[in-house]
């Protein structure tokens, strides 16, 4: 018997979910190298091989435990936006509690960017999911494409792929707004999973073009202001866990680029 497209999905959810656990893991280790290596060299020089050796370890671990508990507020900080309550916005918070039943999901934490620019993205870690939109996509979307849009990111939540989210911003994104590139974010969160939300998320909706319809959404308005969170070292920080990446980038989208909006549009337009 052929498996139907909710089984693949679910299949393709339980292989991901996995790989993204072993994701976070080696973030939060890899965070803890650095400091580990230099304090067991300067200790190990200092009072012997075995006392660098145990050090270098005892570090690795706690700075990448302290990752890992602190990576949604790191993040946080980078991406910005305030707390909102369900009965400040509650067409979003009843929406979001159908999907989050629909999914399989708790109920998020809501922030709210105040930007004109339309976008979403969700982070959760150590016990705590968080959805994060802008004021933008809350006027300018209606509310079938806002479905599809929580879908997506409630999909990343399942999927684990907000863990790596706030990790990847906590760790690779601090050189990202060092350095300006955001190469290293786009590497640490993995090529390819803005497609696969998109797919989850369509599967999980009662209208499936609304998403499409989003993506289309997103690119129709004036671009980022000066000293928005979507220009500047904040962006290269944070740009690859939103729904919309492509904030600012010249078009057209670059060859293979499975998480540029323009080539998911395209896809989802066959739906």
Same mark, same amino acid.
């Given at each position: 018997m052929s498996e139907s497209a909710h089984d693949v999905a679910d299949r393709e959810n339980r292989d991901r979910v996995a790989a993204n656990r072993h994701r976070v893991e080696a973030?939060?280790?890899?965070?803890?190298?650095?400091?580990?290596?230099?304090?067991?060299?300067?200790?190990?020089?200092?009072?012997?091989?075995?006392?660098?050796?145990?050090?270098?370890?005892?570090?690795?671990?706690?700075?990448?435990? $302290?990752?890992?508990?602190?990576?949604?507020?790191?993040?946080?900080?980078?991406?910005?936006?305030r707390p909102a309550s369900p009965s400040e916005l509650p067409a979003l918070a009843n929406q979001v509690d159908g999907l989050c039943a629909t999914l399989g999901v708790g109920a998020p934490e809501l922030r709210v960017v105040d930007d004109p620019v339309p976008n979403a993205c969700a982070l959760?870690?150590?016990g705590r999911e968080v959805?994060?939109?802008?004021?933008?996509?809350?006027?300018?979307?209606?509310?079938? !494409?806002r479905e599809g849009?929580?879908?997506? !990111?409630?999909?990343?939540?399942?999927?684990?792929? $907000?863990?790596?989210?706030?990790?990847?911003?906590?760790?690779?994104? $601090?050189?990202?707004?060092?350095?300006?590139s955001d190469a290293l974010v786009h590497r640490a969160v993995g090529r390819g999973r803005e497609f696969g939300a998109d797919r989850a998320a369509v599967l999980a909706v009662r209208y499936p073009p609304g998403l499409h319809r989003a993506l289309q959404a997103f690119g129709s308005g004036p671009g980022p202001a000066a000293g928005s969170v979507f220009t500047g070292r904040r962006w290269a920080a944070s740009?690859?866990?939103?729904?919309?990446?492509?904030?600012?980038?010249?078009?057209?989208?670059?060859?293979? !680029?499975?998480?540029?909006?323009?080539?998911?549009? !395209?896809?989802l337009g066959q739906w």
């Amino acid at each position: 018997m052929s498996e139907s497209a909710h089984d693949v999905a679910d299949r393709e959810n339980r292989d991901r979910v996995a790989a993204n656990r072993h994701r976070v893991e080696a973030l939060c280790l890899a965070a803890g190298v650095p400091p580990g290596v230099v304090l067991g060299v300067v200790l190990g020089v200092a009072a012997g091989m075995l006392v660098g050796v145990v050090v270098a370890i005892a570090t690795l671990v706690a700075v990448a435990w $302290a990752v890992s508990r602190r990576a949604v507020a790191t993040a946080l900080k980078v991406v910005g936006g305030r707390p909102a309550s369900p009965s400040e916005l509650p067409a979003l918070a009843n929406q979001v509690d159908g999907l989050c039943a629909t999914l399989g999901v708790g109920a998020p934490e809501l922030r709210v960017v105040d930007d004109p620019v339309p976008n979403a993205c969700a982070l959760a870690g150590a016990g705590r999911e968080v959805l994060v939109v802008t004021s933008g996509l809350l006027s300018r979307l209606d509310l079938i !494409e806002r479905e599809g849009v929580i879908a997506h !990111e409630l999909a990343h939540v399942k999927r684990h792929d $907000a863990a790596v989210s706030a990790v990847a911003v906590a760790t690779a994104g $601090a050189l990202a707004a060092l350095t300006g590139s955001d190469a290293l974010v786009h590497r640490a969160v993995g090529r390819g999973r803005e497609f696969g939300a998109d797919r989850a998320a369509v599967l999980a909706v009662r209208y499936p073009p609304g998403l499409h319809r989003a993506l289309q959404a997103f690119g129709s308005g004036p671009g980022p202001a000066a000293g928005s969170v979507f220009t500047g070292r904040r962006w290269a920080a944070s740009r690859w866990i939103w729904i919309d990446p492509m904030v600012g980038a010249p078009d057209p989208a670059p060859v293979g !680029e499975l998480d540029a909006t323009a080539v998911r549009m !395209e896809a989802l337009g066959q739906w």
